[in-house]
């Protein structure tokens, strides 16, 4: 079975969030995320969001890392949940 991911790309993550990202990586020793797997995260955050609420949202992201989850397999998990 085939499951379709659908991500929203965001183009408008500041150069800001971008470095502190790297630097957090650099500091829990992780390799930054690529910029496809911050669109994902945050499309995982933002179907997390809309799902249930707002505050849904960092706690997904945490439980898809806690389980090993690449970001596009949890994103697909929630959408998955949101639909039925």
């Known amino acids: ?8 790309v965001m183009s408008d993550v ?3 969030a971008v470095e502190w990202l790297a630097k957090f990586a ?3 020793g ?3 995320p690529s910029s496809a797997d911050v669109d994902t ?3 995982l955050a933002g179907q997390a969001a809309r799902s249930s609420h707002r505050q849904a ?3 997904a992201c945490w439980l898809a890392a806690s389980a090993g989850l690449s970001p ?5 998990a929630a ?3 949101s639909a039925g």
């Open 26 to 28: 650099i500091a829990i």
């Open 14 to 16: 500041s150069t800001e």
């Open 79 to 81: 959408q998955q949940l």
């Open 1 to 8: 079975m085939t499951t379709r991911v659908i991500v929203a």
């Open 30 to 32: 992780v390799p930054a």
């Open 57 to 59: 949202a960092p706690v």
């Open 72 to 76: 596009a397999d949890a994103l697909a």
């Open 41 to 43: 995260v945050l499309a």
